[in-house]
């Protein structure tokens, strides 16, 4: 009886391994674009979602350092997520800044971004449909922008009262700036690197110093698609055209500033750190190393074929 029940599990797993075989892409921009798209999706469930819980409950359930810690949570574990596969951007600001760097390919950046701002758009309606209830009967039965009983900001960023557009700019390029300076900084092997393993809550501590020190102005959205995929969620499911109007049209600023302060940051941790490593630091690269007419790294192990290495410069950086 043993032996059959033994048989019989080995042929469900082999069952198991087969489909499972089955559902295996084999493309590979393919694979890390759904990476993108779980990762961010795990930013904003858990970073909207600590938000509709402070507002629906009004401060009783939360105030503002959980949603701080909300979204360096969001950002820890999206990372963790997604790393392995794509290289974890979580940022289409940060695959950006990859691309002018020449550290990430220029054709990739738009299946990146689109595929970001798709995982921050399902993330938002999981949040929404999660939060329905208690956003209704907040409300009043009604889905508001602005005013006392508004619920638009649980998804998407609006700027203070007295926070004017370019003022907005400004916050948004040095917020952006810092995180881009930041990320940098934990990946440079040759200055303080994150200690292996440690990478993806260091990022999520950057994201937690930049909500607590730069985050009341307008929310610190530090990426075009956190922003942008729940605004376009928000204007489908019933918020209305509003949510482009509101705050003088802000809706522009966290798509376009962001952009601009990941450069920005990108520029000044080049030209003020990166350009002044007198000498490199230890290697990193495996022993037996030599160079191939292609200019990569290849391994040269007696009776085995050259095994390709791309240092660690030139694949895929972390970020949110």
Same mark, same amino acid.
């Given at each position: 009886?043993?032996?059959?029940?033994?048989?019989?599990?080995?042929?469900?797993?082999?069952?198991?391994?087969?489909?499972?075989?089955?559902?295996?892409?084999?493309? #590979?921009?393919?694979?890390?674009?759904?990476?993108?798209?779980?990762?961010? *999706?795990?930013?904003?469930?858990?970073?909207?979602?600590? /938000?509709?819980?402070?507002?629906?409950?009004?401060?009783?359930?939360?105030?503002?350092?959980?949603?701080?810690?909300?979204?360096?949570?969001?950002?820890? *574990?999206?990372?963790?997520?997604?790393?392995?596969?794509?290289?974890?951007?979580?940022?289409?600001?940060?695959?950006?800044?990859?691309?002018?760097?020449?550290?990430?390919?220029?054709?990739?950046?738009? *299946?990146?971004?689109?595929?970001?701002?798709?995982?921050?758009?399902?993330?938002?309606?999981?949040?929404?449909?999660?939060?329905?209830?208690?956003?209704?009967?907040?409300?009043?039965?009604?889905?508001?922008?602005?005013?006392?009983?508004?619920?638009?900001?649980?998804?998407?960023?609006?700027?203070?009262?007295?926070? #004017?557009?370019?003022?907005?700019?400004?916050?948004?390029?040095?917020?952006?700036?810092?995180?881009? /300076?930041?990320?940098?900084?934990?990946?440079?092997?040759?200055?303080?690197?994150?200690?292996?393993?440690?990478?993806?809550?260091? /990022?999520?501590?950057?994201?937690?110093?930049?909500?607590?020190?730069?985050?009341?102005?307008?929310?610190? #959205?530090?990426?075009?698609?956190?922003?942008?995929?729940?605004?376009?969620?928000?204007?489908?499911?019933?918020?209305?055209?509003?949510?482009?109007?509101?705050?003088?049209?802000?809706?522009?600023?966290?798509?376009?500033?962001?952009?601009?302060?990941?450069?920005?940051?990108?520029?000044?941790?080049?030209?003020?750190?990166?350009?002044?490593?007198?000498?490199?630091?230890?290697?990193?690269?495996?022993?037996?190393?030599?160079?191939?007419?292609?200019?990569?790294?290849?391994?040269?192990?007696?009776?085995?074929?050259?095994?390709?290495?791309?240092?660690?410069?030139?694949?895929?950086?972390?970020?949110?």
């Amino acid at each position: 009886m043993g032996t059959f029940m033994a048989t019989l599990a080995a042929l469900r797993l082999s069952g198991m391994d087969r489909l499972l075989k089955k559902c295996c892409i084999r493309n #590979s921009l393919v694979k890390k674009c759904l990476a993108e798209c779980l990762g961010v *999706f795990i930013i904003i469930v858990f970073g909207c979602g600590s /938000v509709a819980q402070v507002v629906t409950s009004k401060d009783k359930a939360g105030q503002y350092l959980s949603i701080n810690l909300g979204f360096a949570l969001g950002t820890t *574990f999206g990372i963790h997520v997604s790393r392995g596969v794509s290289g974890a951007h979580l940022n289409p600001a940060v695959t950006l800044s990859l691309c002018f760097l020449g550290r990430h390919p220029w054709f990739d950046l738009p *299946f990146y971004a689109l595929s970001q701002l798709l995982g921050a758009f399902l993330a938002a309606a999981t949040v929404a449909l999660q939060y329905y209830d208690a956003i209704m009967f907040f409300g009043g039965g009604k889905l508001t922008v602005t005013g006392p009983t508004a619920t638009a900001g649980i998804f998407t960023t609006y700027p203070a009262d007295y926070l #004017s557009l370019w003022g907005g700019v400004i916050d948004q390029v040095i917020g952006t700036a810092a995180l881009l /300076v930041c990320v940098l900084a934990l990946g440079d092997q040759r200055n303080s690197p994150a200690p292996p393993g440690l990478e993806a809550g260091l /990022v999520g501590a950057v994201v937690l110093c930049i909500g607590v020190s730069m985050g009341s102005n307008s929310g610190y #959205s530090l990426n075009p698609a956190r922003d942008l995929g729940p605004r376009l969620f928000t204007y489908f499911a019933g918020w209305g055209g509003e949510v482009f109007s509101a705050g003088d049209g802000w809706w522009w600023v966290p798509l376009v500033a962001t952009n601009i302060g990941a450069l920005v940051g990108t520029l000044i941790y080049v030209l003020m750190i990166e350009v002044h490593h007198l000498e490199p630091g230890p290697s990193s690269e495996p022993p037996g190393l030599d160079m191939n007419a292609e200019g990569k790294h290849v391994v040269k192990l007696e009776g085995e074929p050259d095994l390709i290495y791309y240092p660690k410069e030139l694949q895929s950086g972390t970020a949110m």
